[in-house]
């Protein structure tokens, strides 16, 4: 299976299988044209094009895409495709997903968790269930050392003071186990001072911070209780958290919605604020929501996407260098195949714990107690559904087998399909079609980016 599109005059061709990306010029484009999906040549195609061009430089681009096929880097097999992948219960959890505050200052028109309580009663975390979630994690984690956990609301510094000691209990847990703990923490900036800020510069391995871009954008969405924008208080010390993170990681994350369809405007405003760790994702909201994506939008975003890529480009030319976290693609390394096919491990691997101390197959399941698996006092009891999530992957959605984009994309988000379709092997379509686009914008700057280092060695 092969991905052929152009972008900005440039031809690009994805081998899916093998993963080879591969940059033509616009003979061998067209020629590539000429065969079929298994990648036999079309002896009609061909004529035709010959007809129209040189026979000799059909001939040569022909012979160029011919032993890229039998090098194995075009139309190449899937070798994944008849692996069984169904197994019993994955019991080795890597993450946690730390409700630590069912509350929060905010009331975002487009919150999933309904506006911070998840659609239940207001709580926050105690510290003997953040204990006992350290407990569960490190007894369910098995053999593997690096486990990670994920400091969640709401708002998490609604409840700071749990978060310090289950932080602290974590280090002292680590060595008697031979754990390492990676901490991240979500927060929207109202109760950032400081003291705080030092803390969470100190302790926190990632540090995601909410804000939607331009000033009428965010005050739009992410209000306070009271109606009022919060973006005059909290980039200021978005700007200061980031600026003293040195070498650690963060990033500035946000929302777009058919509001701000214009949403590369958002990214670049946060660019010039300071900020080069930026994530922009589209909203996921059912119909009559009156601010959902929407099919017909579909076309005006591919543009900004492009129109985005273009402007990151231009910002790397120019010595910046802005990462956008959809169009960061790693093509040596990348993620282990068993990610690529299966995803985030919703439901095994990662699992959220909620202010009781519920467990659930993510945040975005919180308090449905359709899916709760079990609590950190007892453990998993359900198996039924740690089985059902283990055994979703590419394969096992029919929308996903023949996708090109199934490697990158690993089948989507469970939780949204769940949403959108009541079933966990479906798929958010619109979902798709943006991820797509973005998997083509990554590849054209991974182009662009070997088209200017080949164009400065030649001097």
Known sequence: MIHKFDMQGTHIVLDVNSGAVHILDEMASRVLSCYDNKGNMMPRKIKEL????????????????????????????????????????????????????????????????????????????????GKKAIDFVINSSGNRRNIEIDFFGGE????????????????????????HFRFTITTNGILLNDSNMDYLNDTMDNIVLSIDGRKEVNDEMRVRVDGSGCYKDILP????LASIRGTKDYYVRGTYTARNLDFSNDVLHLAEKGFDQISIEP???????????????????????????????????????????????????????????????????YLAVTPDGGL??????????????????????????????????????????????KFYCSGGCTANAWQFHNKLDDVYEIGCELQKKRIECALWLKAESLNQAADEKCG
């Open 50 to 129: 010959k007809e129209k061009y040189s026979g000799k430089e059909v001939d040569e681009a022909k012979s160029e895409l011919d032993l890229l096929i039998s090098k194995g880097l075009l139309f190449s097999a899937d070798p994944y495709k008849d692996i069984f992948l169904e197994s019993g219960p994955n019991t080795v959890v890597k993450a946690l997903c730390l409700h630590i505050a069912h509350d929060c200052n905010l009331r975002c028109r487009y919150c999933f968790a309904g506006k911070g309580d998840y659609n239940g009663e207001r709580g926050k975390m105690s510290v003997s269930v």
């Open 156 to 179: 998490p510094l609604l409840n700071l003071d749990t978060v310090k000691e289950i932080v602290e209990y974590a280090r002292e847990k680590e060595k008697e186990f031979n754990k």
């Open 237 to 240: 010390k978005f700007q200061k």
């Open 283 to 349: 909203v996921v909201l059912p119909d009559g929501s009156g601010i959902e994506i929407k099919k017909e939008h579909l076309p005006a975003l591919f543009c900004e996407y492009e129109k985005l890529a273009a402007a990151l480009l231009k910002h790397r030319r120019q010595g910046s260098r802005v990462n956008f976290f959809h169009f960061m693609l790693d093509l040596e390394a990348g993620p282990c195949i068993i990610k690529r096919l299966k995803g985030c491990g919703a439901g095994s691997e």
């Open 360 to 405: 659930y197959p993510c945040h975005q399941f919180a308090n449905n107690t359709e899916y709760k698996l079990g609590d950190v006092f007892n453990g998993i009891n359900r198996y039924d559904i740690v089985n059902e999530f283990n055994r979703i992957n590419v394969y096992a959605k029919e929308k996903c087998r023949d996708c090109w984009a």
